[in-house]
């Protein structure tokens, strides 16, 4: 007879069964906790202070160990304190903000085009100003921004401005570089330039929000046919934005603020069409400033003189502390030459060779044309092409650059050379028969 079933909780449990739960195992404090002490103090004196700062000086003080349990100590001890939230709101006429942007538009036809655009905003009435530029460099900034403060009816105490090249050159902690030419119409407009702390997001969200209102709301909205229907809807864009469409942050359009705006803003003192900015430049040893590719001379005396550029947009002005001269700010052929420097400059030129030489120069410079016709008369004359060199700079002085390019392409194409072909055509009688 079989022996009862001895019950559950007798049985004999099985090795498995009997063997002792593991032992946790000990754990040694972090190589980096009797350090505790020292990583306070230095957090104390500076909060901000770089984790791999705090494990240099450590090591000056006897840790030899690796740098994760430091980081950790550094993480539980370093007190985080949460930067409250600053709005950068202003009052009337004190504020605009300022900035470029850049976006690619693909036109009806399917042509692709990049446009750049300066923006700039009223912080107070909203009022918002909009205008296409052909690159970000500082001219089509001030330019713009004048037309912005026109646009306003008026100059505002402060334009904040991201830090691009055009307004700052550099910065060292609170010292800063301006870029000369911006900063000069500063002074002349009477605006201070406030800049966004770099790597301080909250302090330039507005200007890089007012880059994001352009492009979202003007430029990705709309279908354009062209660049003329593009500009065509910008205008009636400004419309809508400024004296229709309230503003998200006033509940009201911004032409319901900006009269009593006005009240505060100052006037310009230069029209923004008169305006012309400022740059150094020098007179070259050969009396020719070169400024943007494009060459303007000067007289002779002026020869290795500091000089100071005012741009305009149609002219230039040069001056030194001796003369004051005036030249379109676009040649023809990039050059533009007034005849009474060339015979100021070949007065100081001594000798004879030298001055032939640089009568010959000087007909060069009339471009393309003038050295295609001076190559095939020199070839033709080799000996006696100083008597024609004389003529044609004796013409350049009384025509121009402008007319002396065009009767020499057009006795190239005849294969004419030498001089006394060319002054009849530069004669009124004659002139119909190279420009018809």
């Not at 009862?4 to 099985?14: D, F, G, L, Q």
């Not at 304190?81 to 009806?108: I, N, T, W």
Request: aromatic fraction near 10%.
């Amino acid at each position: 007879m079989r022996s009862p079933i001895a019950p559950t909780s007798a049985r004999k449990p099985s090795s498995a069964c009997s063997r002792r739960p593991p032992t946790a195992p000990s754990v040694a404090p972090p190589v980096a906790t009797r350090f505790e002490a020292e990583v306070i103090t230095f957090l104390g004196e500076r909060a901000d202070l770089p984790t791999v700062e705090v494990l240099r000086r450590l090591r000056e003080q006897g840790y030899s160990g690796g740098k994760n349990p430091v980081y950790a100590l550094v993480r539980r001890l370093r007190s985080t304190v949460a930067s409250p939230m600053v709005r950068f709101e202003g009052l009337a006429g004190e504020f605009c903000q300022c900035d470029f942007g850049h976006v690619k538009v693909r036109y009806d036809g399917g042509a692709l085009e990049l446009l750049h655009f300066f923006a700039a905003r009223l912080k107070w009435s909203r009022w918002v100003y909009v205008e296409l530029v052909p690159n970000e460099q500082v001219e089509s900034l001030v330019r713009a921004l004048l037309n912005a403060f026109a646009s306003f009816g008026g100059v505002p105490l402060v334009g904040v401005f991201d830090n691009p090249k055009t307004v700052v050159i550099a910065r060292q902690g609170e010292q800063i570089q301006w870029n000369a030419t911006f900063a000069q119409s500063a002074l002349d407009y009477r605006f201070t330039p406030e800049l966004c702390t770099p790597r301080r997001g909250q302090e330039k969200g507005a200007v890089e929000n007012l880059v994001g209102f352009v492009k979202n709301g003007f430029f990705k909205v709309p279908r354009f046919h062209d660049r003329e229907d593009l500009d065509a809807q910008l205008a009636t864009w400004h419309h809508e934005v400024n004296e229709e469409r309230p503003s998200r942050a006033t509940g009201v359009p911004p032409s319901a603020r900006i009269v009593e705006e006005r009240h505060r803003l100052r006037p310009l003192p230069i029209a923004p069409s008169e305006y012309a900015l400022r740059f150094p430049v020098r007179v070259g040893p050969t009396g020719w400033v070169t400024f943007h590719g494009v060459r303007y001379s000067m007289p002779a005396e002026t020869i290795g003189l500091s000089a100071t550029l005012f741009l305009y947009r149609e002219r230039v002005r040069i001056m030194t502390d001796r003369e004051d001269v005036t030249h379109p700010r676009s040649p023809p052929n990039g050059v533009s030459t007034l005849p009474k420097h060339a015979t100021s400059a070949l007065a100081a030129v001594s000798g004879r060779r030298a001055q032939l030489y640089y009568q010959r120069q000087r007909l060069l410079e009339v471009g393309p044309s003038a050295e295609a016709f001076l190559t095939e008369l020199i070839h033709a004359r080799p000996r006696t092409w100083a008597h024609d060199v004389r003529q044609l700079f004796d013409l350049l002085l009384e025509h121009g650059p402008e007319r002396m390019a065009v009767v020499f392409q057009h006795a190239v194409e005849r294969g004419w050379h030498g001089a006394e072909l060319i002054g009849p055509l530069l004669r009124p009688d004659r002139w119909g028969e190279v420009v018809p």
